[in-house]
């Protein structure tokens, strides 16, 4: 199917663009969610930021297009699931056991 664009109306052309961004964002929160299926609430998961070394967390919540990940450290992260791996379900950094973090529900 070959759309003719001169042929358009400028009404015509921004009502495609608006049906365009659309589908781009729902084909983008499709790839995401499938991602988050990869990983459940719980795992242990690693994610490397940009110019920093490895970090490796508890995936404590799904968001619309992100998961929260809470560090061994106690930092929050909201990382795209498709920048995550599994991490190891051993110990931290420091050689102990994991630390098992309570969430508070708000």
Partial sequence: MEINLDDLTEAELIALNHRIVERLR?????????????FKIGD???????????????LTRYNKKTVTVITDE?????????????????VNPEGNQPKVIALKSR
């Fill in 74 to 90: 106690g930092q929050h992260w909201n990382v795209a699931p498709s920048f995550l791996r599994k991490g190891d379900a051993g």
């Fill in 44 to 58: 242990r998961v690693t994610f490397q930021p940009d110019g920093q070394p490895p970090v490796t967390g508890m």
């Fill in 26 to 38: 729902f084909l983008h929160q499709m790839r995401a969610h499938a991602h988050m299926l990869e």
